[in-house]
């Protein structure tokens, strides 16, 4: 198993934050900016309620160009101008801060500030789970459920 140096390690947690910040951004821009049939329900939390609606502007995307989608117990994002992308856990309103070895490389790979950190894992998702519980017994993460994790 590969051994990452402190530095990578914090640059990987602040980039989990940024993650989970972006991913409440995106999904309130859901919120606001869709005709969401369980809104009331989707504002209290449920956010398994949440499901490809029509756009309150009457375009394509959410302002700022993202496009979603609701598939099964996922939300894709994707700018369309950046090809920045991030992919959100539904369920609850904690889940979106559940990590996806997976989805998070593919946040990194396309977010252009850190794309650098995808040189540190040559198979993206069993390198990016490996790191994962690593940082579960370090205490840094905790593991939710299947393959995902959460920070502390």
């Known amino acids: 198993m590969r051994t990452f140096q402190n530095e990578i390690i914090m640059e990987l947690l602040n980039a989990m934050d940024e993650f989970m910040t972006t991913a409440e951004r ?4 859901i919120i606001n900016e ?5 809104i009331e329900a989707i ?5 398994d309620e949440i ?6 502007n009457n375009k394509k995307t959410l302002s700022d160009n993202w496009f979603y989608d609701v598939h099964g117990e996922h939300c894709m994002f994707e700018n369309t101008i950046t090809g920045q992308t991030l ?3 539904l369920g609850h309103k904690e889940h979106i801060e559940n990590l996806d070895p997976y989805f998070f ?8 500030h850190l794309t650098h950190l995808t040189k ?3 198979s993206p998702f069993k390198d990016m789970l490996n790191l994962f519980e690593d940082l579960e017994q370090k205490k840094l993460l905790k593991h939710i459920h299947r393959i995902e994790y959460r920070k502390y």
């Open 26 to 29: 995106l999904i309130n821009k």
């Open 43 to 47: 504002k209290k939390g449920s956010y």
């Open 105 to 112: 490389y593919n946040f990194l790979k396309t977010t252009k």
């Open 34 to 38: 869709t005709n969401q049939p369980e």
């Open 87 to 89: 992919e959100v856990s």
């Open 51 to 56: 499901e490809n609606a029509d756009f309150l």
């Open 120 to 122: 540190h894992f040559e």
